[in-house]
């Protein structure tokens, strides 16, 4: 077979002068092209891989690599650059300092990418490449070294060859590589076999030397001289040297075969080496000797340990493919304990052979290979791995202290020298016994309560994780979490679970009841600790264990002073920092620390009440707010402009501890890391960095005694190698979520069975099956985390980021390159965002914005790159590592570079188009450069044999098989690593969390995906959050870790070949689409995504919603100030108004008078300014109540209903909710019911829905409906004990289901969920509620009635019920009366009453007794016992119950009103806070009712029979059918026949007819009848479609050939038509004589409908197309239709004119050529309705930038007088993509058809090319006109 060659797999570096191709060639054929950085010449020697992701300076200066290509798994080499050749050595004097021998010795280095000139380090003076030619090395980039090393893995270390490019190629040759028979264009060399060689002698010293130590620390003999190690130079790294020298001894350096018998020496030391220890007889020979004689201890390193052996008698082998990386464990035959090492060989020693006295010291953990011996009962022993490290870690260095101890104790004592060495840590038993495992059947686990921002989905995944580790345990779980909408809390985890507040007073509550043996404090963020914290005495009374990390660490990780002193007790340091209980001591703190400083409360969660003060005025406002929060600030030096890092260090009982994962912030310190965009692994490290952090995390977490999993966090100064530790979360975070996905690796499933007492070793490692646990994960990618803000919902707040995170989620994405990864991530944060590109959103100044961050600043960086400002310049602004921003201004530059070519120019070069994609750019960003559309390029693309390749996570770049189903794309690759042949069933993830959109959409796919594979379904996750259980790779049987986007979802698609895509249980990221991935010829399962768009679509929903009498709120699109002022004063205020189309009530808001509607409509401008506004009518004090449903075939076959407690107008995503149902009556439940039924049956549900409904005096209306889960069907589900998503996913996958199953819950139970804010966080926000969503989570309780439910509900919200001083402000008359009752119970209950001014003087009137207080505008000057703001700060209210008079419109940022600004205090004060009346009155009840609320097991059922369907829902259509109607058994001659209501009735019998089509339904309307068509011209499209539409409705047809018939023999017009009529019930007709239709009106006795007379008229064209309109853009009102082409003689346009004057703002452009121009009479009929707009020959940019509907029509050649008129004009209207960039991104393309050059092909791929589908809703059309004109 012929060898398989690969073409470069990454993009050329851009700006860097090519140096040509390389081509590795392997010894199998095989060959790999990339491009040259190194020398440029051709080498050949051994191939292997290294799986270290730093260490490039070390490795390759590394003699054992000596002869041997080195490939890197890493894909990002040179990042750092490389130090400088000239520093020597501080202890080594004459040797350089940062190398590990003065040259390089491999023989050439393959990477994947590399850095070019953009290295970024203090230490580095040149590039990688640099370096590489100045020692003559060759190197090249651009190889899947992830392929290559699963090649060298699978077939053993390879020989290979680099052979260098001859002769220049083509530009576009560099990019794709030379295909097929690539050898003449590349040199060639022989092979060559280093092993073969003497590699030693080409790397040993050539004579001996002495290096000695500093007098001040050197070692003594009992003679007095220093301690003198020998050391056998075999190739020996210099820090074996230096670890040597540093503990003061001296080292005599010998080469390899020298004779030391007679040396004077006290310690024989072997070094590491090259090469095959076999060939090295001579150095055996004198080692046997040394052991023959035992005068000195003996201790060997790698080479060392092998030649040992053989001196010892033993053998080595030749291993498949060696150990070369940084993360390979090997226990100690010992201790037992299992070290992390670094290793770097190609043979072992076989053990089976080691001879009598000698015994295995360590072994591998992973293949169980010989990793070191020693003798029983003499000094000597060596190990395979490197204990000295560089590179790699540090954790073994202890043994050369081990080895010089032996050393001095034999000079003082030789009869020592008949021992064995000692080593420290005790032995295996003595540590087993210590520690054994933890013997426990019940555990109780905390959850984290409702989302908030800083606590958020991420404790879902890691409380889940932890449930499953001990369900494998076989341990019975017992949970507390209120978070319903969580995977967590779902049925099939936990074996029980506590919807109660996870607070000290419920948890102490269940395990008095429950009384398990254990509980587990460290997966429920920061309140299970502050839970486990409060307890932690009493749990030893309550007979509970805790697991894992002791309490007392937490507490000392917690307490900033406690941490900073046990820092300092081991050397480390921590920021210069002082506590404070009060605003003096933190002022007289800052004295010793100086300005700025930052300080933060302690015990909060994710920085909660931090800042940065850089005054005094600064520091008292944050200290007040801080201590209002906890008992304790900090006050902190800043260390702001300083590198954050992150390591995530996981330890276990017998303190074996790792680094899973380390992360370097793409911000600088400053803002907080949740807030920061994270990168890893760290990208601009060098080894001695990363593994000097690596160090001090593994002393910390051993010195703290730490037990699961924590992370540490520093700040390191980028300038030298200053750092500090900012602060160890022992506790999973939301790093470790970020860290388990990043890597593979299951933080919280290990550190749940590590609290067990399960050593890690003894863990398997879940991706490989073969390895263990205790290792550090090896990546061969880059992972990006972002933060998605949500800002823009919330009044007044500052958007600036800082120490306290603002964040409401993060998405995290993978590539093989940082631009690959960055850009995805930008997409997956907002759907608008196509990528790093120039943004045009209105920022304010860039300076301002680069330099005081807010959650603008990646798209200011691109804003400011592309206005040319430099790497360097921003970087002063900013303090991001230049590395980084060198990566995104090649993106910038690429993309202006783009922005030259045009689609048709890409065409000739994929190279660019391939580039691109491996830049990471997606198809709509580059349809933008080019002026096309993205499906364009798309084909383009994949005609280019352009597409993505499949990788897997599999935790060791490649060096195990792995049975990983953990997969993202990149296009930096050459192979895929998985088959696709399941044919899956796709399930589309609900995104980046955000407010509106949630873990409860997780919850969904998750149960989706759990029903689809117990229903024996293969299935495919797509999701891109790394907070969720969804990304879990255990969850379906493909992950494919992807944005949610039509490009991405199309390629797992087709490479899947998936058998459907299931997007209804992701909420509105999939919702959005939905209609593209139809269109582009998906399946997409469930309900048909153009119902989804008739429900979205407010003018289709309104039009169905009136079809089938379901009543709606008054509403109106409008576009003028003017037109909405006469709206709102015809309906009367209040109004709701808000912007089109959007997620959970964006940019809405209630209007209460004409002046608020002005000011609010110059805000919604810029929300959406290709859209107008709709005006709804507000109706005040009506209920809302939620409708959770499932239909099959719209059918209802499953459904609750919920009511809210507030009245509508709270976004229902804020709203209490309360099921079952309290208040409602019964006919209201079954008018939503009845509503409910009919809305499934017209949308034709398949699967779940929601609606929203008000209801005032029984009369129901409909707000709106989403045809998907919603984010109630958690909360209802597992209320009633009903899962609608397992109903829903069942229902859409046609299997067997039961309707309406017996509820499972008990009886007279009531659930109530509450929403969860976050506003203590977002510093300005008024916390109010309203249309708009501001709730980040929710939580629900059960009780015996709602009060009991609502009060356990918002104390797990973090509601403290009030002990003594209720504050009440209350705004209007009619909320003062309404609360009345209730302030008279509080005032009954004992509570002290404060109120302000009105609320007083009301209250007073009502013999309430109260104490007056107000907000004063001086403070100093009055008494404090009247000031509200004292009281509040002084924390002496315990509830403030706020009532805003209505919300006149949120007023301007400027406004402070007093009310606004208490609310605000009572939030940063953590008063609890009640701003709704009708939550005021329950919560006053529920307190009133249940002061002290008891533990119960609610256990009941209740039976529920389903509400029968009466009859079938086609009443519509036949009434439709049977009323009177102008159609009726009437002629269809003309378009002035009819008016708007007819046009009405004849789309909504369309409608009818599309949803029966949909259904496959057989209908019989026609049944008995026939249909005759009479064409005198030629038709394919119109009598085909009336042919189709006359069968579907069971009729029959006719069709009469004209060029056959009686015609030809001269018969009249009339005679024919009479004769038809004997036949026939109706004909259509075509006819070249535009008088035909008087003929036909004349003399036919049934009636005909008009095909075409001449160039008149087309009628029924002219109905399909307005039927098309609506159908696309909603409503034909408003819009500009813009007709291109032949307007004289086309004659659809003709009546399609004449019948827009229907319809009120319509405008009309037209554009013909001279001679083709509209004729006068129908013209006329344009002007005289005011709707022409303007008349051109040229279609210009401007007329194409108004238009809605472009409407072309043929330019037909016969039409002319002569050919050249007809050339002159024939192309000039060409409708293409170049044209289209022009247009709005909502409009819709239609043509007649057929077409000839009027459309170019390429925009049929456009989403807006309506053509084709205009041709089906023609087919519904005609249906509809036929039964109209002949049924009945």
Not at 255 to 282: A, C
Not at 1343 to 1367: H, Q, R
Not at 1673 to 1679: A, D, E, N, P
Request: hydrophobic share 40%; charged share 25%; glycine share 6%.
């Amino acid at each position: 077979m012929a060898a398989t060659v690969y073409r470069p797999a990454t993009a050329p570096i851009a700006d860097a002068p090519s140096e040509g191709l390389v081509c590795l060639e392997l010894e199998d054929g095989s060959a790999y092209q990339g491009y040259s950085f190194g020398a440029p010449k051709s080498i050949a020697g051994e191939l292997v891989f290294q799986t270290g992701m730093v260490g490039y300076p070390e490795s390759v200066t590394d003699p054992s690599y000596r002869g041997q290509i080195l490939v890197i798994t890493f894909p990002l080499v040179g990042n750092y650059g490389v130090p400088s050749r000239e520093t020597v050595d501080d202890l080594l004097k004459d040797l350089p300092a940062h190398f590990e021998s003065n040259q390089i010795h491999i023989a050439g280095l393959v990477t994947a990418s590399y850095a070019g000139e953009d290295f970024s380090h203090f230490l580095a003076t040149s590039s990688l490449g640099t370096w590489l030619k100045e020692q003559g090395i060759p190197a090249m980039y651009g190889v899947d070294t992830r392929a290559l090393t699963k090649r060298i893995r699978e077939k053993g270390s390879m020989l290979g060859r680099m052979l260098r490019q001859k002769e220049d190629l083509t530009v576009s040759a560099v990019s794709l590589g030379v295909p097929g028979d690539w050898k003449p264009h590349f040199e060639t060399i022989e092979w060559v076999n280093p092993n073969e060689k003497n590699l030693v002698a080409q790397v040993s010293i050539k004579e001996a030397k002495l290096y000695k130590p500093d007098d001040s620390v050197a070692l003594k003999h009992p003679s007095g001289r220093n301690l003198r190690i020998l050391c056998l130079d075999v190739g020996m790294k210099y820090n074996q040297l230096r670890c040597f020298i540093k503990r003061g001894v001296e080292v005599l350096v010998c080469p390899w075969d020298y004779d030391f018998t007679n040396e004077e020496y006290d310690g024989l030391f072997i070094s590491n080496g090259p090469g095959d220890p076999q060939v090295m007889d001579t150095t055996v020979k004198h080692i046997s000797a040394a052991l023959h004689k035992n005068n000195t201890p003996i201790f060997g390193i790698c080479l060392g340990h092998q030649l040992l052996a053989r001196a010892a008698g033993a053998k080595t082998i030749k291993l498949k493919f060696g150990n070369r990386g940084h993360n390979i464990p090997c226990t100690s035959m010992v201790t037992g304990k299992c070290h992390i090492t670094s290793q770097n060989h190609g043979y072992a020693v076989d053990a089976t052979t080691l001879p009598t006295g000698w015994q295995e010291l360590f072994i591998n953990a992973n293949d169980g290979s010989n990793e070191g011996i020693m003798h029983v009962d003499r000094p000597h022993f060596s190990v395979q791995f490197h204990p000295e490290s560089t590179p790699g870690p540090r954790d073994t260095e202890f043994l050369f202290d081990v080895f010089i101890q032996t050393v001095a104790k034999c000079t003082a004592d030789d009869t020592l020298l008949q021992k064995g060495v000692e080593f420290p840590g005790g032995t295996t038993e003595e540590n087993e016994r210590l520690h054994p495992r933890v013997d426990v059947k019940k555990v109780l686990v905390l959850g984290s309560g409702g989302l908030s921002i800083g606590q958020a989905g991420e404790f879902d995944y890691s409380g889940s994780q932890a449930i499953k580790a001990l369900k494998e345990e076989g341990i019975y779980t017992v949970l507390i979490n209120p978070n319903i909408a969580t995977i967590q809390t779902s049925k099939g985890l936990a074996d029980k679970v506590y919807f109660l507040p996870v607070n000290a007073e419920f948890v102490r509550k269940v395990i008095k009841y429950e009384q398990p043996d254990a509980i587990y404090c460290t997966f429920g963020g920061q309140t299970a600790l502050s839970v486990g914290i409060q307890l932690k005495d009493e749990f030893e009374a309550l007979g509970v264990k805790v697991l894992g990390t002791p309490i007392d660490t937490i507490i000392t990780t917690e307490d900033r002073e406690l941490f900073a002193r046990s820092m300092e007790s081991i050397g480390e340091k921590c920021a210069k920092s002082a506590s404070a209980s009060s605003v003096e001591e933190a002022l007289n703190a800052v004295k010793d620390i100086g300005y700025p400083v930052i300080v933060r409360a302690a015990y909060a969660l994710g920085g909660l009440g931090s800042g940065f003060a850089n005054n005094e005025a600064e520091l008292v406002d944050l200290c007040n707010k801080a201590l209002a929060a906890s008992p304790q600030v900090l006050v902190e030096r800043s260390m702001k402009g300083w590198k954050e890092i992150e390591y995530e260090v996981v330890r276990d009982a017998q303190d074996n501890c790792i680094t899973v994962c380390n992360m370097e912030n793409f911000d600088p310190l400053g803002i907080h890391t949740g807030d920061s965009i994270v990168v890893a692994p760290s990208q601009t490290l060098s080894d001695e960095d990363y593994n000097m952090l690596r160090t001090t995390a593994v002393n910390v977490i051993r010195h703290l005694g730490v037990v699961g999993e924590c992370n540490i966090q520093y700040a390191l100064n980028p300038f030298s190698r200053e750092y500090c530790i900012i602060e160890v979360n022992a506790r999973l975070s939301r790093s470790s979520a970020l860290a388990s996905k990043a890597t593979g690796y299951p933080l919280a499933f290990i550190a749940a069975k590590l609290g067990l007492g399960i050593p890690l070793k003894e863990i398997k490692n879940t991706v490989t099956k073969v390895t263990c646990a205790c290792f550090e994960p090896s990546l061969d990618y880059v992972v990006v985390k972002m933060p998605r803000w949500d800002l823009k919902k919330f009044t007044r707040v500052s958007t600036q980021l800082g120490s306290s995170m603002k964040s409401v989620g993060e998405v995290m994405s993978i590539g093989r390159t940082f631009e690959e990864a960055i850009q995805k991530a930008i997409r997956a944060i907002d759907f608008h965002n196509l990528g790093f590109s120039e943004s045009k959103t209105a920022l304010m100044s860039v300076d301002d914005e680069l330099q005081t961050p807010s959650d603008q600043r990646l798209f200011a960086i691109a804003n400011a790159m592309h206005a040319g400002y430099t790497v360097d310049r921003i970087w002063e602004l900013t303090k991001i590592d230049k590395w980084f921003l060198s990566k995104l201004k090649g993106l910038s530059n690429f993309a202006k570079d783009m922005t030259k070519f045009t689609a048709n120019d890409i065409v000739g070069r994929p190279d660019l188009l391939l580039r691109a994609k491996q830049l990471g750019f997606c198809d709509r960003q580059l349809a933008n450069f080019w002026d096309s559309n993205e499906l364009a390029v798309r084909r383009m693309r994949l005609e280019a044999g352009i597409t993505p390749f499949v990788k897997q996570i599999d935790t060791v770049a490649a060096e195990f098989p792995a049975f990983t189903n953990y997969l993202y794309m990149t296009y930096n690759a050459s192979e895929h690593d998985v088959l696709f042949e399941d044919r899956g069933v796709m399930v589309l993830g609900s995104g980046v969390y955000r407010i509106g959109s949630s873990v409860e959409f997780d919850w969904c796919s998750v149960r989706a995906i759990r029903t689809l594979r117990e229903s024996g379904f293969k299935t495919i996750m797509v999701n891109y959050n790394p907070e969720t259980v969804s990304t879990d790779y255990d969850e379906a049987d493909k992950l494919y870790f992807e944005n949610i986007n039509l490009e991405t979802v199309l390629d797992v698609y087709q490479l899947e070949d998936a058998s459907g895509v299931l997007g209804a249980m992701g909420g509105q990221t999939p919702n959005n689409i939905a209609l593209p991935l139809l269109r582009a010829g998906v399946r997409v399962l469930g309900t048909s995504p153009e119902m989804i768009d008739t429900a979205e679509n407010r003018y289709k929903f309104s039009r169905m919603l009136d079809r089938i009498g379901v009543d709606q709120p008054t509403w109106k699109e409008l576009t003028s100030f003017e037109e909405a002022k006469a709206f709102c004063q015809n309906v009367s205020y209040p109004v709701l108004v808000r912007p089109s189309y959007v997620l959970s009530g964006a940019a809405m808001n209630t209007v209460y008078s004409e002046a608020d509607l002005e000011s609010y409509l110059q805000q919604a401008a810029d929300v959406s300014p290709e859209h107008p506004v709709v005006i709804t009518k507000y109706i005040e004090n009506a209920k809302e109540i939620e409708m959770d449903a499932v239909a099959k075939d719209g059918k209802m076959v499953g459904h609750f209903i919920s009511e809210h407690v507030e009245n509508a107008g709270v976004h229902s995503g804020d709203a209490t909710l309360i099921l079952p149902p309290q208040d409602l009556e019964k006919a209201t439940i079954e008018r939503i019911e009845e509503a409910t039924r009919k809305i499934g049956a017209a949308l034709n549900v398949t699967g779940p829905f929601n609606i929203q409904f008000i209801a005032k005096d029984n009369d129901i209306k409909v707000i709106e409906c989403n045809v998907r889960a919603s984010r109630s069907f958690p909360f209802v589900s597992k209320v009633m004990g009903v899962d609608l998503i397992e109903m829903a996913t069942k229902a859409i996958m046609g299997l067997p289901f039961e309707e309406y199953p017996a509820i499972d819950r008990p009886a007279g139970g009531v659930g109530v969920k509450v929403p969860q804010f976050s506003f203590s966080r977002l510093s300005g926000a008024d916390p109010v509620l309203g249309v708009e969503m501001a709730s980040t989570g929710e939580v629900a309780s059960f009780g015996v009635d709602k009060y009991e439910a609502y009060l356990k509900a918002l104390m797990s919200t973090g509601f403290k019920v009030p002990k003594k001083n209720i504050l009440l402000s209350i705004g209007s008359y009619k909320d003062k009366k309404e609360m009345l009752p209730s302030v008279a119970k509080l005032s009954q209950m004992g509570y002290k009453l404060f109120a302000t001014a009105g609320t007083a003087d009301f209250l007073q009137e009502h013999d309430i007794p109260v104490q007056f207080l107000e907000v004063l505008a001086n403070e100093d000057d009055q008494k404090s016992e009247y000031s509200l703001t004292q009281h509040l700060a002084k924390n002496m209210i315990d509830l403030y119950i706020n009532l805003p008079s209505n919300n006149r419109y949120r007023r301007p940022a400027s406004y402070m009103s007093k009310g606004y600004q208490t609310r605000r205090m009572a939030v940063d004060y953590q008063i609890p806070l009640v701003t709704n009346v009708k939550n005021a009155k329950i919560l006053v009840e529920a307190i009133a009712r249940y002061r002290d609320m008891e533990i119960s097991d609610r256990d009941y059922t209740t039976s529920h029979t389903p509400l029968q369907l009466s009859g079938q829902l086609n009443f519509t259509l036949q009434d439709s059918l049977s009323r009177p109607h102008s159609f009726k058994k009437a002629h269809v001659l003309s378009v002035e026949q009819y008016t708007r209501a007819d046009l009405h009735l004849l789309f909504t019998v369309a409608e009818e007819m599309r949803l029966s089509v949909q259904r496959g339904n057989v209908m019989d309307i026609l049944k008995g009848r026939m249909l005759a068509t009479l064409f005198y011209e030629p038709s394919t499209r119109t009598s085909a479609s009336f042919e189709a539409a006359m069968k579907r409705l069971g009729g029959e047809v006719i069709s009469i050939a004209t060029q056959h018939s009686s015609v030809q023999k001269g018969e009249t017009l009339q005679d024919t038509l009479r004769t038809l009529a004997c036949y026939a019930d109706a004909i259509v007709l075509r006819h070249p004589d535009e008088n035909c239709v008087d003929v036909a009106k004349k003399y036919s006795p049934v009636p005909v409908l008009n095909a075409g007379n001449g160039s008149r008229e087309h009628p029924t064209q002219a109905f399909l197309d307005l039927f098309t309109v609506r159908e696309e853009l909603g409503t034909v009102q408003g819009l500009t239709f813009t007709f291109v082409g032949d307007l004289r003689y086309g004659r659809p346009v003709h009546s399609l004119v004449y019948l827009l004057r229907h319809y009120s703002g319509v405008k009309v452009q037209l554009v013909s050529p001279k001679g083709l121009e509209l004729p006068a009479d129908v013209r006329q009929q344009l002007v005289k309705a005011g709707q022409l707009l303007c008349e051109s020959e040229t279609l210009t940019p401007e007329m194409l930038g108004k238009t809605d509907v472009l409407y072309c029509t043929r330019v037909q050649k016969e039409r002319f007088t002569s050919e050249a008129e007809y050339e002159k004009v024939k192309g000039s209207y060409r409708i293409d993509n170049q044209t289209l960039k022009h247009t709005k991104s909502k409009m819709a393309i239609m043509h007649p058809l057929p077409r000839n050059e009027e459309v170019a092909e390429e925009v049929d791929f456009d989403q807006r090319a309506a053509y084709f589908r205009q041709m089906r809703y023609g087919l519904y059309c005609r249906m509809a006109l036929l039964a109209l004109v002949m049924s009945g």
